[in-house]
Every structure is written in structure tokens, then in C-alpha cells.
T-cell receptor, first 117, second 112 residues
Framework: DVKVTQSSRYLVKRTGEKVFLECVQD?????MFWYRQDPGLGLRLIYF???????EKGDIPEGYSVSREKKERFSLILESASTNQTSMYLC????????????????FGPGTRLTVL | AQSVTQPDIHITVSEGASLELRCNYS??????LFWYVQSPGQGLQLLLK??????LVQGIKGFEAEFKRSQSSFNLRKPSVHWSDAAEYFC??????????FGTGTRLLVSP
């Protein structure tokens, strides 16, 4: 069965702290994604990765960085957390896109609700 | 650029009644279209997807969606809503190399 796990369901941090959100998938997917979800704004893409050690900026990368040292793991880093980064963070993974002949359905983890005080 | 519009922020339906959630997309080529559902405090679960072929797509939990190219729409339907269907529903269009663009979601409330 498809499985994407995130290290924490709930997290409370203080302004200025460095925050790590971890995501692991067990489906041997090439692609991994980090989104944040806010009421009325839907899901917005922060960063994504097509391969190990590769990363691409999404729509809202400011204040975030990512790391992908292994295929199954994709980390989101808040270098210096701020209150406007309080949000729900969702990780997803998928196989290569249609050009490779594989479907590109994204499978999501349960999310991490981060509160920055 | 790709975009998705879900015009209804909230919809309330009586249990047992039919449901239609609207989704309009903007994309230059043949789109890949998805509907996801999110229960409170949970991640997103795929309901159904359209890649090609038959424009009427069947999904899980009794949902279906119809792709209408002329209207740039991919509306989600269910003939009889159950209380457990109360959730938030997201439409998404597949963009370049696996990226998805999501709509802002429609929250479904089911009244007894």
C-alpha cells in the first residue's frame, strides 16, 4: 500500500528557531513535493525534487529550504521560523510524469500542523 | 500558466441528496485532472483522476467526474451523499513534469 509519512503531526516552535520537517515515502517515487495549506488559499507549492540532491523552487519558496540526500526522504527546513509560517505542511510523492509513461498521481502524507509563537 | 477555479467555497447538501462540485481549469494542452478529498486534520486522498480516454471517470466512494473540454470543466458528482462525505474537496490540474496546481477547495457540509 502507498505510504507517505511525516515526522510530526503537530509541532510548536518559537520565532527564530530552525525547524526541520521530515517526509519519507516507501514507494520508490522519483518526485517529492512540499506544500503549505492555508484557509482560503488551497495548497501552494513550496519546493519539489525530481531526484536525489535535486531541488526546484515552487511558488512560495521564500523563508524555506529543502534537502534530499536519499530518494525516499525529503526534508523541509525553516531557517528562522516566523509567525507567518504557522500553517499546515503537506508532503507528497509521485512517479515520473506522463513523458515517462508512468502516471503522475501525487500521494500525500497526513500533514504537519506547525505553530510558530 | 495553469490555474484551477473552484467557485464554491462552501456547499451544504442534505444527506441522501445528489451532489455536484464545480471545477474549471485553465491549461494550454490536454490536461491531467484530479479530485482529492481531505477529512479534518488529515492529508489528501485521491478520489479520481482523468488522464485520457473516456471523459466520465469513476472514483472511490461512489464519486464520478466528467471532463468537458469545451467548457474547461471537471465537475465532481455523487448521486446520494452520506454524512461521512463531509470534508473539503480539491480539484487539481497536472502541469509540467508532475507538478499539480490546486484549486482553493470546496467545503462540503452534510445536513441530516
Amino acid at each position: 500500500d502507498v505510504k507517505v509519512t511525516q515526522s510530526s503531526r503537530y509541532l510548536v516552535k518559537r520565532t527564530g528557531e530552525k525547524v526541520f520537517l521530515e517526509c519519507v515515502q516507501d514507494m520508490d517515487h522519483e518526485n517529492m513535493f512540499w506544500y503549505r495549506q492555508d484557509p482560503g488559499l488551497g495548497l501552494r507549492l513550496i519546493y519539489f525534487s525530481y531526484d536525489v540532491k535535486m531541488k526546484e523552487k515552487g511558488d512560495i519558496p521564500e523563508g524555506y529550504s529543502v534537502s534530499r540526500e536519499k530518494k525516499e526522504r525529503f526534508s523541509l527546513i525553516l531557517e528562522s521560523a516566523s509567525t507567518n509560517q504557522t500553517s499546515m505542511y503537506l508532503c507528497a510523492s509521485s512517479h515520473d510524469g506522463p513523458s515517462s509513461g508512468r502516471e503522475d498521481t501525487q500521494y500525500f502524507g497526513p500533514g504537519t500542523r506547525l505553530t510558530v509563537l | 500558466a495553469q490555474s484551477v477555479t473552484q467557485p464554491d467555497i462552501h456547499i451544504t447538501v442534505s444527506e441522501g441528496a445528489s451532489l455536484e462540485l464545480r471545477c474549471n481549469y485553465s491549461y494550454g494542452a490536454t490536461p491531467y485532472l484530479f479530485w482529492y478529498v481531505q477529512s479534518p486534520g488529515q492529508g489528501l486522498q485521491l478520489l479520481l483522476k482523468y488522464f485520457s480516454g473516456d471523459t466520465l471517470v469513476q472514483g472511490i466512494k461512489g464519486f464520478e467526474a466528467e471532463f468537458k473540454r469545451s467548457q474547461s470543466s471537471f465537475n465532481l458528482r455523487k448521486p446520494s451523499v452520506h454524512w461521512s462525505d463531509a470534508a473539503e474537496y480539491f480539484c487539481a490540474v497536472g502541469a509540467l513534469v508532475g507538478k499539480l496546481v490546486f484549486g482553493t477547495g470546496t467545503r462540503l457540509l452534510v445536513s441530516p
